[in-house]
């Protein structure tokens, strides 16, 4: 039961950060592109 309870904690974290992840990147992503419309593409 612990094991169980050990491995759905463990789950629970790492979708935790890699969704945090992926949205993080999303984001700068979006701004970025948001930025080069405005400013004319001088960011990479």
Do not use: H, P
């Amino acid at each position: 039961m612990d094991y169980f309870l050990t491995l759905y904690v463990w789950n629970m974290l790492f979708l935790k950060t890699f969704v945090r992840y992926l949205y993080t990147r999303i984001l700068q992503r979006v701004l970025v592109d948001s930025d080069e419309t405005q400013c004319g593409g001088a960011r990479v």
